[in-house]
């Protein structure tokens, strides 16, 4: 195989990996390449959505807050941190635990001065059905919504 055969087949190999990597069906050199653009595009614009989401729960919420969730065998491992005290918010996460249809089987939290929640929860039965990202979103949305009852006090 020459040079030239040697170049037309790298080509034929990136173009169908540029075919595969958009989700392209199809056959043509211009098609698979206006398909990616077009994927690239609505990469973009996901992007875009994802970093304005971002930025506006920050901006709903004042408080420095870190929320972190571990997956575990049986359920996940929620940690919750401010270095400000946050009264009431205990009971926004644990009703927030309880729409999501976990369990508390272990907690520690100090409220003084600071704030901070470890806790196991466990969804008896339906581990399937939620993951840990479902579950860092109900507690980041229980915050939002905690703070936002507290600047209405």
């Not at 698979?32 to 653009?37: Q, S």
């Not at 860092?136 to 600047?151: H, Q």
Request: glycine share 4%; net charge negative.
């Amino acid at each position: 195989m020459g040079p030239k055969e040697e170049k037309r087949a790298a080509l034929y190999q990136k173009l169908k990996q540029l075919r595969s990597l958009s989700h392209s069906s199809a056959v043509h050199k211009t098609s698979i390449i206006v398909d990616a653009a077009k994927y690239i595009e609505e990469l973009k614009e996901k992007v875009e959505r994802l970093h304005e989401d971002a930025t506006s729960s920050s901006e709903h919420n004042s408080l420095p807050m870190q929320v972190t969730v571990e997956t575990l065998d049986k359920g996940f491992r929620i940690n919750v941190f401010s270095e400000e005290d946050c009264p009431g918010l205990l009971v926004s996460i644990l009703e927030a635990f309880e729409e999501l249809g976990l369990d508390l089987r272990d907690a520690n939290v100090s409220c003084s001065n600071k704030f901070h929640l470890e806790a196991i929860g466990e969804n008896e039965g339906q581990v399937d059905d939620i993951d840990a990202q479902v579950v860092k979103r109900a507690v980041l949305k229980a915050i939002k919504n905690w703070s936002e009852n507290e600047k209405e006090d």
